[in-house]
Every structure is written in structure tokens, then in C-alpha cells.
T-cell receptor, first 118, second 112 residues
């Protein structure tokens, strides 16, 4: 049963601490997305990788957030230093680049990391 | 800039009733998706609509797409409690980046 795996599932930390979230995309998928979900802002795209290369991180606060893909099986999202306003659920999703206009581009979501910054 | 709007934001309905959720988007797109999210859970893909006039059905849910009107609908027939969830539409940008823009979500509660 192929799935996107995210760790940790829950994280409680104090303001100023570094937070690292990890994502293992579905084997064979070449696109990875990081989203943040809050009640106020809904689902926001933070970063997007294709074939491990960052394509778009315009949604990510650059001063404290960073996203990387050290290899095809691991994507990371780091916050340093963390702030209470970063409290949210962070989702990773993976997919494959569509082959044409009429082909699907489904993103498969992980279970999320629920982050609380005190 | 592509914007995606859903309405209503909240929907409380009785079991057995029919209702429609609307998803409007602001610019041309090749693909539209519907996802379901249960409370505290992940997002699950429901439908993919790839062309004008596309209609997909699964159980009590039916999704359709009108690209000329830039409108997709998710119709619920004879609602049951198990359909209670938040439903999101997402539109695929045409810029070649294949990233989604999500709607605000519609929180559906089906009352027994």
C-alpha cells in the first residue's frame, strides 16, 4: 500500500527552537509539495520540488523556513527559529509530472505533522 | 493570479437531502480536482476532471466541470452521515509548474 510518510506526526516545541519535519514520498514519484494548513489561511503551498530540484518556494517565509530534498526518498522542511504563528498542520504530498494536457496530476497527501509552538 | 473560491463555506444538511457545492476559478486551467478531508486527517483524492463537460460519479457524489464558466460542482445525493467532512476543490495552474491552487474548503455536516 503505497503512501506518503511524514514524521513526526505531532511536535510541541518552544519558541526559538529548530523544527525539522520529514517526508518520504511514494516510490517513483518525482514531485514533492509542502503545504501548511491553518483555520485562518486554509491550505497554503510552501514549496515544490520536481526531480529533487526546488521549483517554487514563493509561499515560504525565507528568513526562517528552508526546504530540501537530500535524495529521492526524503524531503525536509525546517523552521529555525520557530515562532508561535508557525503552529499549524504541515502536509507533504507527492505525485508524478503529467505526460500531457489530458493526463492526471494527482497529489497524494501524507498524514501531516501537527506543530505547536509555545 | 489564479484564485479559487468555494461556496458555501459551511453546510449543514439533513440525511436524505440533496445539495451542491460550487467551485469557481479565475483563469483557464487544464485540470480540476476534488479532495475530501476528515477532521484531523489527511486529504484524499475523490475526482479528477480533465475536460469541459467532464462528469465523474462515486456513490452519492457527482462532480462536473464547465471550463467555459470556470465552474465545477460537487453534487451530493441523499446525504448520509458518513459524508460529513471538508471538501476541497483544487485547480491545476497552466503555467507548466503543475502546482495546485486550493479552494477555501466546504465543511459539510450531515445531521442524522
Amino acid at each position: 500500500d503505497a503512501r506518503v510518510t511524514q514524521t513526526p506526526r505531532h511536535k510541541v516545541t518552544e519558541m526559538g527552537q529548530e523544527v525539522t519535519m520529514r517526508c518520504q514520498p511514494i516510490l517513483g514519484h518525482n514531485t514533492v509539495f509542502w503545504y501548511r494548513q491553518t483555520m485562518m489561511q486554509g491550505l497554503e503551498l510552501l514549496a515544490y520540488f520536481r526531480n529533487r530540484a526546488p521549483l517554487d518556494d514563493s509561499g515560504m517565509p525565507k528568513d526562517r523556513f528552508s526546504a530540501e530534498m537530500p535524495d529521492a526518498t526524503l524531503a525536509t522542511l525546517k523552521i529555525q527559529p520557530s515562532e508561535p504563528r508557525d503552529s499549524a498542520v504541515y502536509f507533504c504530498a507527492s505525485g508524478t509530472t503529467p505526460k500531457g494536457v489530458r493526463t492526471k496530476n494527482i497529489q497524494y497527501f501524507g498524514a501531516g505533522t501537527r506543530l505547536s509552538v509555545l | 493570479e489564479l484564485k479559487v473560491e468555494q461556496n458555501p463555506l459551511f453546510l449543514s444538511m439533513q440525511e436524505g437531502k440533496n445539495y451542491t457545492i460550487y467551485c469557481n476559478y479565475s483563469t483557464t486551467s487544464d485540470r480540476l480536482y476534488w479532495y475530501r478531508q476528515d477532521p484531523g486527517k489527511s486529504l484524499e483524492s475523490l475526482f479528477v476532471l480533465l475536460s469541459n463537460g467532464a462528469v465523474k460519479q462515486e456513490g452519492r457524489l457527482m462532480a462536473s466541470l464547465d471550463t467555459k464558466a470556470r465552474l465545477s460542482t460537487l453534487h451530493i445525493t441523499a446525504a448520509v452521515h458518513d459524508l460529513s467532512a471538508t471538501y476541497f476543490c483544487a485547480v491545476d495552474t497552466t503555467s507548466g509548474t503543475y502546482k495546485y491552487i486550493f479552494g477555501t474548503g466546504t465543511r459539510l455536516k450531515v445531521l442524522a
